[in-house]
T-cell receptor, first 111, second 113 residues
Framework: GEDVEQSLFLSVREGDSSVINCTYTDSSSTYLYWYKQEPGAGLQLLTY?????DMKQDQRLTVLLNKKDKHLSLRIADTQTGDSAIYFC???????????FGAGTTVTVRA | DTGVSQNPRHKITKRGQNVTFRCDPI?????LYWYRQTLGQGPEFLTYFQNEAQLEKSRLLSDRFSAERPKGSFSTLEIQRTEQGDSAMYLC???????????FGQGTRLTVV
């Protein structure tokens, strides 16, 4: 999606926290999502946040939303080797069901 | 329920040939979506069905592409006269009216040679 931008790569040491950032341009976004894609696998929804929320926490995952700056982040605590994957930020707009994806951030976890 | 199923998983075809992919959504999901993902990019929306009705088509869906969902269950995506630029992963997803989450299949990887 041309309206959703992400940094392309992130390298993190096992046990550290990972932070993946995303910016979007459409202020009418209703839901913002983080999907995970492992090699040879489909997309797996990790978490989502409604646009009127600031934060959502789910076990090792924390999503922060800054509506003013149109900035979304995903923090993964205690990153494990199994977290190595491509992470996609996505949005849906008001009265719309289709997802607009960013290009994805490739996260590599090193020992 | 085994999730969203797509067949075939891989397809290699010669330029100019027609190909057809199938998607079986999660049963009872009335919404079905097709996306295309090229290397190094995120998925791009192609088309959307609500039951058997095709409600939206992207500009990416040229005249060579056609999608159907005849009985509101499985869907097919056909590409006629394939071109090398059609090489991509074609992803299908489904959801229900009551859920935020769209569940994705593993995709069909098309290679046009």
């Amino acid at each position: 999606g041309e309206d959703v931008e992400q940094s392309l790569f992130l390298s993190v040491r096992e046990g550290d926290s990972s932070v993946i950032n995303c910016t979007y341009t459409d202020s009418s976004s209703t839901y913002l999502y983080w999907y995970k894609q492992e090699p040879g696998a489909g997309l797996q929804l990790l978490t989502y946040i409604f646009s009127n929320m600031d934060m959502k926490q789910d076990q090792r995952l924390t999503v922060l939303l800054n509506k003013k700056d149109k900035h979304l982040s995903l923090r993964i605590a205690d990153t494990q080797t199994g977290d190595s994957a491509i992470y996609f930020c996505a949005e849906t707009l008001s009265n719309d069901y289709k997802l607009s994806f960013g290009a994805g951030t490739t996260v590599t976890v090193r020992a | 329920d085994t999730g969203v199923s797509q067949n075939p998983r891989h397809k290699i075809t010669k330029r100019g040939q027609n190909v057809t992919f199938r998607c079986d959504p999660i049963s009872e999901h009335n919404r079905l979506y097709w996306y295309r993902q090229t290397l190094g990019q995120g998925p791009e929306f192609l088309t959307y069905f609500q039951n058997e009705a095709q409600l939206e088509k992207s500009r990416l869906l040229s005249d060579r592409f056609s999608a159907e969902r005849p009985k509101g269950s499985f869907s097919t995506l056909e590409i006629q006269r394939t071109e090398q630029g059609d090489s991509a992963m074609y992803l299908c997803a489904s959801s229900s009216n009551q859920e935020i989450e769209a569940f994705f299949g593993q995709g069909t990887r098309l290679t046009v040679v």
